[in-house]
C-alpha cells in the first residue's frame, strides 16, 4: 500500500513563507505525476502545483508566483515552497500521486494564515 505522509503545515502570518513536505513510500519514479491541492472550508479541492516524471512543472493560474513545487528523487520527497502568504491560503493542502497502480492522496496538512 502507497503512504504519503505530509508535514510542516502551521499557523503563519500573512506575508510569511512556510515550505510542506511530502514522503512517499516509494520510489519518486514509481509516479507518473505528483501534486498539490488545498481545500478550503466550505469549498472544493483545487489544484495548486503539479509535478511530472519529466518536464516542467504545471502551475494553475491562479497560483504562479508564490507556489513553487520541488522535488528530491534521492527522499522520495516533494515539497511545496509557499510564499508571501495571505488569509485565503488558509486551506487543508494534501499530496497526491498518480501511478500505474492508482492514484493516492495523503492524510492533509492544515495551513493557516491569520494575524
Known amino acids: 500500500q502507497v503512504q504519503l505522509v505530509e508535514s510542516g503545515g502551521g499557523l503563519v502570518q500573512p506575508g510569511e513563507s512556510l515550505r510542506l513536505s511530502c514522503t512517499m513510500s516509494?520510489?519518486?519514479?514509481?509516479?507518473?505525476?505528483m501534486g498539490w491541492y488545498r481545500q478550503a472550508p466550505g469549498k472544493q479541492r483545487e489544484l495548486v502545483a503539479r509535478i511530472f516524471k519529466i518536464g516542467s512543472p504545471y502551475y494553475p493560474d491562479s497560483m504562479k508566483g508564490r507556489f513553487t513545487v520541488i522535488r528530491d528523487n534521492a527522499k522520495n520527497t516533494i515539497y511545496l515552497q509557499m510564499n508571501s502568504l495571505k488569509p485565503e491560503d488558509t486551506a487543508v493542502y494534501y499530496c497526491?500521486?498518480?501511478?500505474?497502480?492508482?492514484?493516492?492522496w495523503g492524510q492533509g496538512t492544515q495551513v493557516t494564515v491569520s494575524s
Open positions: 497526491s500521486a498518480v501511478g500505474t497502480s492508482g492514484n493516492y
Open positions: 516509494e520510489s519518486i519514479f514509481s509516479f507518473t505525476n
